[in-house]
């Protein structure tokens, strides 16, 4: 099988300090991937103007992934000063307050908004930690994932684990489903506590998978993206 040289479904997540170590991963990666996550960690080492070199310069695919939460007004500001810059994704928390929000900020622009359900760092501990509703963890995304759809969201972000039973809600014909939490065979969890490989996580749905530190950590960053672009293709 011939392989293209990069693949969109997989986005790989530029966790490094500053804007300047971004570009010179990127620089690594060239074409081997053309989509990049930018999160909240960068912001004041550069992520802004990182997510615009490799936009506009180098025409690659950008989700901000600021994860926003605020009341709607604050949250439809934010928005809308994002969505100048002519990104593709933005994630903001699944509530559909906040996803109301997001949208009437994004509106006229191609920013498709992501609705956060359950980080996928977390579990039913967690959750009982953070006084949140009792019950299986897999049920709660799945009944976020619709509310956050109800509300206008374009897609949502959850573990692969629960990728096919948000692909099953009848909310979700036409949206995206965006997976973290994604290791290749033999990679280390990390944070991660409900992990899954490419393979299965794109078998169970996922529209976009999104790797870090498997890619960006590894001896040869350009070799590892490769990998995951081949198993994705298999």
Known sequence: MTLSPS???????????????????????????????????????????????????????????????DIGATVEAAVRGLAQFDLDFLTVHGDPHVVRAAKEGAAGKEM????????????????????????????????????????????????????????????????LIVTPGIRPTGSAAGDQKRIVTPGRAIANGADHIVVGRPVWQAEDPRAAAQAIVAELAG
């Open 7 to 69: 693949d969109d479904r997989l986005i790989v997540a530029l966790d490094v300090p500053n804007a300047v170590a971004g570009l010179e991963l990127a620089a690594q990666l060239g074409d081997a991937v053309s989509f990049y996550k930018i999160g909240l960690g960068m912001l004041t080492g550069g992520g802004l103007a990182l997510a615009n070199e490799l936009k506009s310069e180098q025409g690659k695919r950008i989700f901000l992934d600021m994860k926003l939460f």
């Open 112 to 175: 498709k908004i992501l609705a956060v359900t359950i980080l996928t760092s977390l579990d039913r501990a967690d959750l009982d930690d953070g006084l949140i509703a009792p019950g299986d963890i897999h049920d709660i995304v799945a009944t976020r994932a619709a509310r956050a759809f109800e509300a206008g969201a374009d897609g949502v972000i959850a573990s692969a684990q629960e990728a096919a039973m948000i692909r099953g809600l009848p909310e979700a014909q036409g949206r």
